[in-house]
């Protein structure tokens, strides 16, 4: 009991701190409260809670087809608890994808927009296809419990369809087992050619099954101990010994398939992912391979223990790899997780563990019954020997002790927590390089490989008339024509002011209650702040001409410049999505269209050859009527 006691604890700290981490990854966004890049934008999460979690959850559709298909009916006592981790597996790799996708409420977008050529569209309906079947098979669990004529038929009707559940469960698992490893065929520039191979959406089906029967023999050990039940050593018996067999069919394979391709003399070779390879074949499968070979390991508690779990930790190795670590030798990309990147999954899987205590605790979950707190000498309620009245109930003390955890839990992850994660991401500041002119010019802000060739005659002709320049150029300062954009959009992402308070007070010889700008409705002198500053066009009155299309947020006030990029994707995204339509360019509002990749890197040493680059034709739209002025991207 005191074991079940410290474990829970642990957990419902874990959660805690979880939970507190999980606010600030939704509040803030996913870049201050990981590590990932554009370089590595599949990390931690990716490789444990969705591909770890869906392997680990693979002793659901194993068991079940065991018992239900090939009618081994003395497994049968461990179908509920096995399709219970699934369940719980699979609901974890989806809480764990809600953390890792950038736009998480938009996933529903997969069920209605079908991409069927994408492995991944096929991973995403399998998953959530068998998550509703795995519901359905455990649905019994709790149904059989309820009184009310309605939910028993529903019980009845659940309980006659398990087969055909069973069926649709496997199929739905072995699709996305392997389709998992199909996320990876397109990247053999990317994954170390020891783990890369076109079977690999077989080796991940394969090395599903032997995870799975371990996965289910952990979580019979675990329980077991510390629910301090009697273990299942005879039916673990059998699956240590079908996990051999698997283990020696899935290294075959393997290393048949490196013979093959002719790669294993680099196992020997030496260096970071030799010896990684190394060390992942060795604990997910040939030393468990040769423990479960041996029926004295087998028939021991401590031999199926370091078995099942150096088999567990192996093959989430093995996800981990794929998923990141193998890709290190070959793209030079170095990857940490944060630690609240690690916490968030522990916190995930505690919060599973919890919950499958709860149902083992309450419901008919092993065969034995529930395993309820008052089989335990310590649960048990303490009575006044005189009144009878009670003086101590078991479960209070726990529920001020699990909500202490989990406060201390989240408080210790926000004492923890790095500012930048607490109060957001900033910028690193990057000051726009201006353009470089010619016949056409080079739209560079930031001198990286996503130049935009823009073809200024082309534009011209579109927006034809007087006011042509100012269509595009929406302010001009003093002294100039056409006031370049990176004259007051001087960061590529940061808002800029390009207000001179020093020089306006110098100008306009302001005396110290500055009233030449800051007054109140009375023409009094008034607060010195943005808010309180009279109009700048009552005294520019030319610096926004007619026709600009952009226009001001607030009237008659400049008010900060947007970054380079929002300035530049403001501007031109609205007009190309007006003119898409009437255009001979198809595709106008299309990403490609600007950038199309037509020019080099820019080199420092030879800076010239971008110019070269400006005799590629650019994009020229057909002259099409101008489209109105709107302010969707206004100063």
């Avoid at 890792?100 to 209605?112: A, C, E, K, Q, S």
Wanted: charged share 15%; hydrophobic share 50%.
């Amino acid at each position: 009991m005191r074991k079940l006691l410290a474990v829970k604890g642990s957990l419902w700290f874990l959660v805690g701190a979880a939970a507190a981490i999980a606010v600030f990854r939704f509040w803030r966004g996913i870049g201050p409260t990981t590590a990932l890049t554009d370089l590595t934008p599949w990390g931690f999460w990716i490789g444990f809670d969705v591909m770890g979690g869906v392997a680990l959850a693979a002793g659901g559709f194993v068991i079940a087809a065991t018992v239900y298909v090939f009618h081994l009916e003395r497994y049968h006592a461990i179908v509920r608890p096995a399709v219970l981790t699934a369940f719980l597996g699979y609901l974890a790799v989806a809480v764990g994808l809600l953390f890792d996708l950038g736009l998480p409420w938009n996933i529903w977008h997969m069920i209605i927009f079908w991409n069927p050529h994408s492995p991944l569209f096929e991973v995403g309906m399998c998953v959530m296809c068998y998550l509703t079947v795995l519901a359905l098979e455990f649905a019994p669990v709790v149904l059989e419990l309820a009184k009310h004529p309605l939910l028993q038929k529903i019980y009845l009707i659940v309980k006659k369809a398990t087969v055909p559940l069973v069926i649709l469960g496997i199929m739905f698992s072995s699709l996305h087992q392997s389709s998992l490893g199909s996320l990876f065929l397109i990247m053999p520039h990317r994954l170390h050619e020891l783990w890369y191979t076109p079977i690999l959406p077989i080796l991940f089906f394969l090395s599903a099954i032997p995870l799975g029967l371990m996965m289910v023999t952990t979580e019979s050990l675990v329980s077991s101990t510390l629910y301090e039940s009697e273990y299942e050593l005879p039916l673990l018996q059998g699956l240590g010994k079908a996990c051999s067999w698997a283990l020696w069919v899935y290294l075959a394979v393997r290393f048949g398939d490196l013979a093959v391709r002719g790669v294993l003399p680099r196992i020997f070779e030496g260096g970071f992912a030799a010896n990684l390879f190394i060390v992942e074949i060795l604990i997910c499968g040939i030393i468990p391979a040769i423990l479960l070979s041996i029926p004295a390991v087998r028939r021991s508690f401590l031999g199926l223990a370091v078995s099942a779990g150096i088999t567990v930790v192996g093959f989430v190795m093995n996800r981990l790899d794929v998923g990141g670590l193998a890709m290190i030798e070959t793209t030079g990309t170095r990857y940490i997780p944060s630690w609240m990147e690690v916490v968030i999954s522990l916190g995930i899987v505690a919060g599973a563990a919890l919950v499958f205590f709860f149902v083992a605790e309450n419901f008919a979950l092993m065969h034995g019954g529930p395993m309820r707190k008052d089989r335990f000498k310590l649960a048990k309620p303490k009575f006044h020997p005189a009144t009878g009245v009670i003086v101590a109930d078991p479960y209070w003390p726990g529920i001020k002790r699990y909500s202490f955890r989990f406060v201390l839990g989240a408080a210790l992850a926000v004492t923890l927590m790095p500012q930048v994660a607490r109060s957001g991401k900033a910028w690193v500041k990057q000051p726009v390089h201006p353009p470089a002119y010619g016949d056409k010019i080079v739209i560079d802000g930031n001198l990286n490989d996503k130049a935009v060739l823009f073809n200024h005659q082309s534009h011209l002709a579109v927006v034809e008339g007087p006011d042509s320049c100012a269509y595009c150029h929406h302010m001009v300062l003093t002294g100039a024509h056409a006031t370049g954009c990176a004259r007051c959009h001087q960061d590529q992402n940061i808002p800029t002011s390009i207000f001179d308070h020093k020089l306006h007070a110098e100008s306009l010889k302001a005396g110290p209650d500055c009233k030449a700008c800051h007054t109140d409705p009375r023409g009094r002198p008034g607060r010195k702040d943005v808010e309180h500053t009279k109009p700048c066009l009552e005294c520019h009155t030319a610096m926004i001409p007619e026709g600009a299309f952009v226009k001001l947020k607030v009237p008659g006030k400049i008010g900060l410049a947007p970054g380079y990029v929002d300035a530049m994707h403001g501007l031109c995204i609205p007009c190309h999505e007006k003119m898409d339509g009437g255009s001979a360019v198809p595709g106008l509002a299309n990403c490609t269209t600007c950038h199309s990749g037509a020019i080099p890197a820019f080199d420092p040493l030879s800076p010239d050859q971008r110019m070269q680059a400006l005799k590629t034709k650019a994009p020229e739209p057909s002259p099409s009527p101008k489209p109105s002025a709107a302010g969707s991207a206004g100063k």
